[in-house]
């Protein structure tokens, strides 16, 4: 085993550890009192997870998408919105190495190990779409003024570094940092959703925040290109929540199956329920050859956004499926709130909307083959 790859296996042996200890015991808590608890955030510091992409120059681990979506996979099967937490975070990191300028990334990057970033698109006019994006920024010398409202932020309230995708004086769309400390910066609405409960997802506000010109992420008309290449960067991540989501499910059906009898017949010898465990399995490969498929692209620097989309749209609809196929296979008890099954369908619910729609994904990857 090659020096990488020693690496790779330190990387998920502290996500299983941590997953383990600090989240699986807890995941049907985060859910019904949707948060986290108190003190969970400063063990997610402690252990270092959120730098697990940050470059090393600013002290991070350096890891890239093969090692990190693989080890989200691992945080999802004990608990899906901290997978989802550090899946935002991870993305927005992302376009800082990709796209900011030495002076944005020396100032911002070494605290990514420690505070949460976001990538805020989403407003109440137009989604994300940016034909509603009214958000302003205006340049008053050599800085920006910037001013809108941003809804339903993945990590909004918790994270403390925001990349505001604006309009600019002459309508191009441009990326600006923002840190919540900044004049001006506020935290509206939180969001209360049906599905991974515990990631914070909120409003953000801006009157009149006044940023320096460094704070520019890439160049003025720049701000689609950027929005896009996050969206892409997420998907991959979430393909791998997805399939830690699917295998979540496998796990509690399996473990039920070797338990429970119909009868004098345990329900995994049983060919209905055989039939139900194998068509769970099955998904839960596809979605990780999927993810994997489009990580390795992204590391190649090969086209990887289709591969991206397809592990969203396919691993959504497929995770929710599986969810509900444990469900059958635990019948009553499928549907009590005494086992994580009923959470785990309203989790990967949330997937077939955030970053995107199932429907907004199947029309890119269509134009993608079309294109071919």
């Not at 393909?239 to 017949?265: F, Q």
């Not at 692209?297 to 599986?322: C, F, H």
Request: glycine share 10%.
């Amino acid at each position: 085993m090659d020096e990488l790859q020693q690496k790779k296996q330190m990387l998920i042996q502290t996500y299983k550890r941590f997953t383990r200890r600090e989240l699986s015991p807890i995941d049907m808590q985060i859910d019904q009192d949707g948060m986290y608890p108190v003190g969970l955030f400063n063990k997610v510091v402690a252990t270092g997870l959120l730098s697990t992409t940050l470059p090393r120059e600013y002290g991070g681990a350096g890891f890239d998408f093969n090692a990190t979506s693989d080890a989200l996979r691992i945080m999802a099967t004990g608990n899906a919105s901290m997978a989802v937490t550090l899946e935002g975070h991870f993305k927005t990191i992302e376009q800082f190495i990709k796209y900011g300028n030495k002076q944005l990334n020396d100032k911002h990057l070494p605290s990514a190990s420690q505070r949460i970033f976001a990538f805020s698109m989403t407003e109440p006019s137009g989604g994300s779409n940016p034909l509603g994006i009214s958000t302003i920024a205006k340049k008053v010398g050599d800085d920006w003024v910037i001013s809108g409202d941003k809804i339903m932020i993945t990590n909004g309230g918790l994270a403390q570094v925001y990349c505001i995708l604006c309009k600019t004086d002459d309508d191009q769309m441009a990326v600006f940092v923002v840190d919540k400390d900044m004049p001006g910066f506020s935290f509206g609405k939180k969001e209360d959703f049906i599905g991974l409960r515990g990631t914070p997802v909120g409003e953000v506000v801006l009157n009149k925040v006044r940023v320096p010109g460094y704070h520019l992420l890439g160049k003025v008309g720049q701000g689609l290109e950027i929005g896009d290449n996050a969206h892409a960067d997420a998907r991959v991540l979430m393909g791998a929540v997805l399939a830690g989501i699917t295998e979540h499910a496998l796990n509690v059906a399996v473990d039920y199956s070797k338990e429970r009898k119909a009868m004098d017949t345990l329900l995994f010898q049983m060919q209905v329920t055989q039939e139900k465990i194998a068509d769970i399995a099955i998904k839960r490969q596809n979605i990780v050859n999927l993810y994997r498929s489009a990580a390795n692209n992204k590391v190649a620097n090969k086209p990887y956004r289709e591969l991206a989309a397809m592990a969203k749209s396919y691993g959504s609809r497929a995770a929710v499926i599986s969810g509900d196929e444990a469900l059958q296979i635990l019948g009553g008890y499928g549907y009590s709130r005494e086992y994580p099954v009923e959470h785990l369908i309203r989790d990967a619910r949330a997937m077939e909307l955030a970053e995107g729609t199932i429907e907004k994904m199947n029309i890119e990857i269509t134009n993608a083959e079309i294109a071919k």
